[in-house]
């Protein structure tokens, strides 16, 4: 049987397996492991870009900037297929995939995003991906452009790099 830790529990074992990885007293942060490589796409920008470059590059998040790359939004995998598809769970099952090239990022994607300073702790930074039931955090500057994004999979990586 499975028993969900709390969520407090869970990041203060993480801090743990941190502390074991990396030594006691290190201070690791949001710019050490955030993606810095970033694709992005424009408000008008079509669904069907957005598509491809989530398949092709094999990512789940892509923010939305305006023309001076201040984030304005944030567009998922997941909300992708919830527009283009009748069901979640079988691809095939895609019966608005002629949409993609009419609809813009721009109707779809999602505002109001909770975003984070290159400068914060890590375990600040998971502790609010978790207690927000977010996968990733845009990380900007303090007038709004886009420096980057922190996913789970950067903490993944980041573990992985301590163990080998």
Same mark, same amino acid.
């Given at each position: ?25 290190? *201070?690791?942060? $949001?710019?050490? =492991? &955030?993606?810095?490589? !970033? /694709? #992005? ?8 870009? +957005? ?50 090239? *009419?609809?813009? $990022?721009?109707? =779809? &994607?999602?505002?109001? !995003? /909770? #975003? ?8 600040? +930074? ?39």
């Amino acid at each position: 049987m499975y028993m969900r830790e709390s969520k407090s529990s869970s990041i203060k074992e993480s801090e743990k397996i941190l502390n074991s990885i990396y030594g006691k007293g290190r *201070k690791l942060y $949001v710019k050490d =492991i &955030m993606s810095k490589d !970033l /694709i #992005t796409l424009h408000i008008d920008s079509k669904l069907s870009v +957005a598509d491809e470059l989530v398949h092709q590059r094999a990512i789940n998040h892509v923010p939305i900037v305006d023309d001076d790359d201040k984030l304005i939004g944030l567009i998922t995998s997941k909300d992708i297929i919830r527009e283009t598809c009748q069901t979640q769970t079988h691809r095939t099952n895609c019966v608005r995939e002629e949409l993609k090239d *009419k609809i813009s $990022v721009g109707e =779809i &994607m999602r505002g109001g !995003l /909770i #975003t984070i300073k290159d400068g914060t702790l890590i375990t600040k +930074a998971a502790k609010i991906m978790v207690e927000e039931n977010v996968g990733c955090l845009p990380v900007v500057s303090n007038n709004g452009l886009l420096l980057g994004i922190l996913t789970e999979k950067d903490f993944v990586s980041l573990v992985s790099r301590g163990i080998n």
